[in-house]
Structures are given as C-alpha cells and as structure tokens.
C-alpha cells in the first residue's frame, strides 16, 4: 500500500533563507511523486512531479525536489524563500500499477518571516 | 479558458438536509474526483469516476453521493447520513488518472449550522 509522511506540520523559515519540506513516502512499485501548494481558500496547484526521469526535478516558483530512491524520499527545496511563498505544501505519490488513486500527505503549513 | 469550476464557493446547510456541491470542468478530462480537506489530515478521497456513467467510491464514500451523467460535470451530494460534514471540498480532475497533473477547483466551504 502506498502512503506518504509529511515530517512538519510547520515549518517557519526568514526571507531569502532555504526552504526545504520533508517528503517520505512507501509504495511497492516505483511511484510517481508529486508537490502541490496551497493558497487559503484555495484549490491545490501542481508545483512539481517526478515520474521516472531524472532525479531531481524542477517546478515553478523556483521550487525543485530530488527523489531518492535508497531514502524514499522527495524533499521540496527553494534557495531562498519570498514572503509569497507562505503556503500549504502538499506531497503526493501514485503508483504505477495502474491504479487512479493518488495518496495525499498531510500538508505542511510554511510560515515566511520578513 | 480551461478549469475546473466549484460552486457555491461557501454553502450553509441546516442539520438534517441534504446538500449538492457542483463540480464543472472543461478540459475534457475522462477521470474526476471529489476530496474532502480537514486541518492537518491532508486530503482524503470521497468518490472517484472514471469514465461517464462510471463512478467508485473512495476512503470516505459514507454518507456521500455522485452521479457522472456528463463528461464535464461531477456533483456531489452530501446527505443527512454524513454525521460530520463541516469540511473543505474539492474538486479534481486528470488526462491520465493517477500519472499527471490534477488540476483543482477552488473549493467549497460547506458549514453546519
């Protein structure tokens, strides 16, 4: 079965500092990954999605994540951090059996301090 | 322009009713998807459909309903049954189901009162 653990429900960083979200994640096949954002009252946007190419990936917004294999892992980094990045960061991941269900995390809330 | 549209964004039902939560899209998606959103539990799936006139249920189908009747529209139904229903919904739709990009309504803020 597939799951996905968000390590921070918060995560508070200054601007311009790195931004990095912590994503572990189990699955029995190779997965896809994915990251979404969350504005308040908003619907989630799709910021990045590794499906199999190369390891580390690059989205908008200046976000990239790096899949691990021997960690199982997909951390979501930015190099520095702007005060419209304040969010909730959603990691997800879908197997490749051919199943339609893609398991959320749940959510780490990004605070950018001024 | 192609999206998802939710509506009404922020809907008050009384105990005891039953409720419709509309779900229209326009990218000529096959694969839709219903989520309801709690503080800190993420995303938990209500229904799913595949195809038209095609639908199944997800983690949480207790006290839901759906009806796939058109391509383009997916609404939900929050019934009485639904012991819990103060939640964020949201709507979702993929080209390749599970492999690509979700794209997401805006939401619907359903309260009880």
């Known amino acids: 079965a597939q799951s996905v653990t968000q390590l921070g429900s918060h995560v508070s960083v200054s601007e311009g500092a790195l931004v990095l979200l912590r994503c572990n994640y189990s699955s029995s096949v190779p997965p896809y990954l994915f990251w979404y954002v969350q504005y308040p009252n908003q619907g989630l946007q799709l910021l990045l999605k590794y499906t199999s190419a190369a390891t580390l990936v690059k989205g908008i917004n200046g976000f990239e994540a790096e899949f691990k294999k021997s960690e199982t892992s997909f951390h979501l980094t930015k190099p520095s951090a702007h005060m419209s990045d304040a969010a909730e960061y959603f990691c997800?991941?879908?197997?490749?059996?051919?199943?339609?269900?893609?398991?959320f995390g749940a959510g780490t809330r990004l605070f950018v301090k001024a | 322009d192609g999206g998802i549209t939710q509506s009404p964004k922020y809907l008050f039902r009384k105990e005891g009713q039953n409720v419709t939560l509309s779900c229209e899209q326009n990218?000529?998606?096959?694969?839709m998807y219903w989520y309801r959103q709690d503080p800190g539990q993420g995303l938990r799936l209500i229904y799913y459909s595949q195809i038209v006139n095609d639908f199944q249920k997800g983690d949480i189908a207790e006290g839901y309903s759906v009806s796939r009747e058109k391509k383009e529209s997916f609404p939900l139904t929050v019934t009485s049954a639904q012991k819990n229903p103060t939640a964020f919904y949201l709507c979702a739709s993929e080209e390749n189901p599970g492999r690509g990009e979700a794209f997401f309504g805006q939401g619907t803020r359903l309260t009880v009162v």
């Open positions: 990218l000529n998606h096959d694969a």
């Open positions: 997800a991941v879908s197997d490749r059996s051919g199943g339609f269900k893609t398991i």
